[in-house]
C-alpha cells in the first residue's frame, strides 16, 4: 500500500459558526463567566435531563469540585478504575485523600463491577466509574454492589451518552464532562459538572468562584456598588470564560449529530474488520447508546502478525494514527513512587494499556479515509 493520506487520531471540528459566535462577547466586553456560559448550562442540562449543570475550566477541574464539594479530605479514600486519564485518580489526590484502584474489565474497559465491594472500607467516600471511550459503566450494578456510597461518573468522553435511556452525567450523585479537543465536543479547554442535588450545586456554584457568596454578575450589575462577597471557605478559580461558552453552545447544538455520524463510522468498523481475526471490536451491551469519544481496539498478539506496538508504527508509516486506549494509573512515576504499585497489581489495566489500540473515529473524516484506515489494517 502506499501512503496516499494523513489521517489523525482525531481534529476538533469547529469552523465558521464558532467563528462568529465568539464576536458576540468580544464585542461586548464580558469576557469570562458570563450570559454565554449561562446559557450553555442551561442547554447542557436540558440536554442532558439534569437540575444543575455548571461549566468549569477542565474535567479535572470539575472531578475536583465535585469531591471538594462533598468535604472529601486527608484520610478518606475514593475508588477510582486502574485504567482511566491520570486525571481521574489526580482529583482525588489534590483533595488529601487516598485513590483506591479497582481493575477493569477487558471487555468494555470500564471498571469491573465485580470487584468494587471488598475496596470499600470506613473511610470510603466516593466512587468515581469512568465511561471510558463514550460507553457508561454499569452504573445500576455499581450502584446495588455499594449502596449509600456516592457515585461520581466521570463523563469526560461521554457527552451524549446514554446507559438505559437516561444521560450520562445524571446517573450518579454528580458528572463531570470534558470538552478538550479530543472529546465529540469541545471548547478549547472546559468541562461541566452535573447534578439533581440542590445544595451540592450550590456549593460548586461558590467554590469555584474563590468560595464567593454571589456570583460577579451580582456584584458588577446590581444596584448596590459597595458589595463585596464574603468568602465563606477555601475556593478555586474554575470558571469557563463566555467565549468557551459561546463555543460550548454552538458545539452541543451539533452533538447528536456528531454522535449519530460516529455510530454510523463504528458500525462500518465492526463490519468491515470483522474478517480480521487478531483485532477486537469495541463491545457496546445492549441498552446503551455509547458516544464514540474513540473507537478502541485490542490488538490479540497471539493471533497478529506482529505486536501492537509494531502494527501501531506500520500504520503510522501508512499514514493512519493510532493511540493506546488511554493508561493503566498505577503503572505511572508519581503512582508507583507514592504507593509501590508494580504493573501486575491490575492485570486487566496492564493488558488494555498494553494492547488497547484506538484507530481514528471523528467528525472530520470522509468516506475514502474511513476505508483508507480498514484497507490499511488489511494489508497488515
Ligand atoms: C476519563 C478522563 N477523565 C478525565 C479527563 C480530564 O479531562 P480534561 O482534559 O478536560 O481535564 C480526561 C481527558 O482526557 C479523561 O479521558
Redesign the pocket.
Known sequence: MIQTRNIPISLPHTGEEEWLAIREPLMSGWLTQGPKVAAFERAFAERHQVKHALATT??????HLILAALGVGPGDEVIVPAF??V??ANAVLYCGAKPVFVDVDRTTFNIDVSRVASKITSKTKAIIP???FGLCADMDALAAATPGIPLIE?A??AAGSAYKGRPAGGLGLAG?F???P??SITTG???MVTTDDDALAEKMNSLRNHGASISEEQRHHGPKPYIMADFGHLGYNYRMTDLQGAVGLVQLTKLDRFIDERQRWAEFYHRELREVTWLRAPLVPTGYRHGW?AYVTWVDENEAPMTRNQVMERLQALGVSTRPG?HAVHMQGHYRRQFGYRPEDFPGAMRCDRYSMAIPLHNRMTAEDFQYVVDAIKAI
Open positions: 477542565s474535567c479535572t477541574t470539575a472531578l482511566t486519564w486525571a481521574t469512568v465511561h471510558l466521570d469526560a468522553c463531570a470534558s470538552f478538550h479530543r472529546k479547554e472546559g468541562g469519544q488511554t
